[in-house]
């Protein structure tokens, strides 16, 4: 079993690179704090005997030689950038969770047959470059290297800069880099472990998700002498256009969601009628179809507002990402070493998108989730306990030995 | 009569300094556009004959000598910052149509009984630091100075260190400074001389007007795995309080105004529930009465969204300017020029707050309107035709010449 202590540890020691005074992490992908975590992680794993590389999008590997070096890799990984105002746990854990997989490899004198790497995915997280899971993306084939690198964030920063910029721009082209399966452990973000008194979710797959800019265009007035029926308010039409949002999911409860989380307002001024407001919108469900009908209903409800509020609107779709359902072997690998190990579990479906969703494309995946507080997470009150973050790895640690010995 | 074709170069030349390429103009208060600006003010006056000073809000005094000069002097003046996508005429009028009074004086070698001052106020419209009219408000009485210089723009910038900073922080004690009378030019900033084809509007008083900011507080959630039934989304809420604002104005039309011009969202990552947002509003009505009625309204509102959304919701009011009614026989000057003058006209209420509001406070005071093209404003387009400009400088001459006889 792994040293629960020593990963406890490295999670309390790491959340102080971007630590917040709430007790949270902002760590922005390829922000200062994140080029201090990734130094951290490459040290930490040369010291266990890894040979740490990094490839053109900046995903770092750390590989332990196995008996038979010519096998591909057993990868365990997850992502150690953060949200704004994100937590100690997600993604951190299911790269410390390898690191600790390691350690207990390294203590039992194991070698394994093929060899294991732990890898640290770039800009999982979208919140500085957008989509999500930009890295393992190209890693799977689903977006080109030149795409990802050419992303930029809200300050207009493009991503191939701020990875020279780190010195995290590796030669290796990302996605050459075959693996004989992927394991990925991480806090479930959402109540149902928790609220069921179970310590492992074995993860069946991920439910769908779309993202898209909605820009609404009226017309700059002056707040004091425009009268309300000669306005074209592009935020009151936004204001009307999220409720729809809302609206969308209510219809499709109870697994629909529809969240915006980001909107600009121009030009900005108290007392002038908004001449132009973009905002984000994010749909889930588990059935693809479901989606689809929910995208629909989206357009006509945004359309619908725009007519009664008289202004224009234009929506660009800039993310999909279908449910994904992953190797019935691997999630095999999961079951059975949480049953070994005597832990109580369920079957349960993602709500969050994670880098297994991409690296699926490419290589027999499954994934590990463990109760977090309250569900919380993308909050700097994000928590976990350390009996469940150990039991976590462990089953990581079991699942990883038994893909190995097929 | 004033040089209309003089006055005319004058708007357009002064319009370059921040300059848009959609021809309107971005000099937000104390910015260098602004600066070089008054440079221009300051210059032009002396060349006419003003002994050009500044006060410690950076209100800037041209004043040409009288018969009298141990009599306050009769004052024009309006302001020359814009709005961030602001137009060529919104308060510029006012001053540069004060120049062509001096020339036209000038010109005819008239010199008056009492001193002649043209006044250009500092931050009138609010849009870098709020509330509007802040020095004239100080020049009435209505703000101390102490407040008014602390006032910080949206980047933190105090107003005091930025009037240091282009030099316009004078020693005169802004206030003291009497006025035997003032007069402010202006376009309407709305429809109606337009639409009735008059050329002079003679403004009877300024509507009422108050400001708000509406702080709404959420819970930071993952927007994949935070069931909708679980959220305490803070855009979600503010959206719905943004369309309770809306009605707030329709159920008192068709004189209630209703805007919200500003909105800012955190954390701001498109996969995270916002857990915080902040949102500017502005209510008008020329009753007093009834612009206490739409706040408790407002109020109302704004708390039964808070509770349909489980969220925490704070209203602090930022700025109250109640109905104004100008001096009447500041007001019989205009009306009598305009007649004299052969003008069509009518009589007005002002939508638009303007510095003749608090420098009402402190002396007689009237204004006059001209025609602005669709009645836009604090928008790019904002336009006037140059002989609607030339009637109301005339209008503005000859009320000014009779209040000097009185
Ligand atoms: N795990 C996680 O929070 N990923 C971010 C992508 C998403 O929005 O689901
Ligand atoms: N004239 C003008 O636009 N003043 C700004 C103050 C207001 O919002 O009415």
Redesign the pocket.
């Known amino acids: 079993v792994v040293d629960g202590g020593a990963l406890w540890q490295d999670l309390m020691h790491t959340a102080q690179f971007g630590g917040t005074p709430k007790g949270g992490i902002c760590r922005l992908a390829l922000s200062d704090d994140d080029a201090r975590v990734r130094t951290w992680f490459a040290q930490t794993c040369a010291a266990l005997g890894c040979d740490v590389t990094f490839d053109s999008m900046g995903n770092q590997f750390a590989r332990r030689a196995g008996e038979d070096n010519t096998l591909p890799p057993i990868m365990i990984g997850s992502h150690l950038d953060t949200q704004p105002t994100g937590g100690k746990f997600d993604g951190i854990l299911g790269v410390l969770g390898g690191i600790a997989v390691l350690r207990a490899l390294h203590t039992a004198g194991i070698t394994t047959r093929h060899p294991i790497e732990i890898v640290n995915w770039t800009n999982e997280e979208g919140a500085r470059f957008t989509p999500p899971m930009l890295a393992s993306g190209v890693f799977g084939g689903v977006f080109t290297e030149a795409f990802a690198r050419g992303r930029s964030d809200r300050a207009g920063i493009i991503l191939g800069d701020a990875l020279e910029k780190i010195g995290f721009s590796g030669t290796e082209v990302c996605g050459q880099h075959p693996a004989a399966a992927y394991f990925e452990l991480h806090i479930e973000q959402g109540p149902v472990l928790e609220a069921e008194e179970r310590t492992i979710g074995v993860v069946q797959g991920v439910q769908g998700m779309r993202w898209y800019t909605v820009c609404v265009k009226g017309q700059d007035a002056?707040?004091?002498t425009t009268p309300m029926t000669m306005r074209s308010d592009a935020l009151w039409a936004a204001a009307r256009m999220i409720e729809g949002v809302h609206q969308v999911a209510v219809d499709h409860a109870p697994d629909g969601l529809g969240t915006v989380g980001i909107i600009d307002c121009l030009p900005a001024s108290s007392?002038v009628v908004p001449g132009e407001v973009r905002f984000t919108v994010d749909l889930r469900h588990p059935d693809d179809d479901v989606l689809e009908a929910m995208e629909q209903e989206f357009r006509q409800r945004m359309e619908d507002q725009a007519t009664v509020c008289g202004v224009e609107m234009e929506i660009t779709p800039t993310w999909v990402s279908a449910a994904v359902h992953f190797d019935p072997l691997c999630v095999g690998c999961v079951r059975e070493s949480a049953q070994a190990l005597g832990y109580s579990m369920r079957d349960i479906v993602s709500g969050a998108g994670h880098d297994a969703v991409y690296v699926a494309k490419v290589a027999p995946t499954a994934m590990i989730f463990v109760p977090c507080w309250k569900g919380i997470s993308h909050n700097e009150a994000e928590s976990a306990e350390p009996d469940d973050a150990t039991a976590g790895a462990n089953v990581l640690l079991h699942a990883v030995l038994a893909a190995d010995t097929r």
Chains 1, 2 share one sequence.
């Open positions: 002056h707040a004091g007392n």
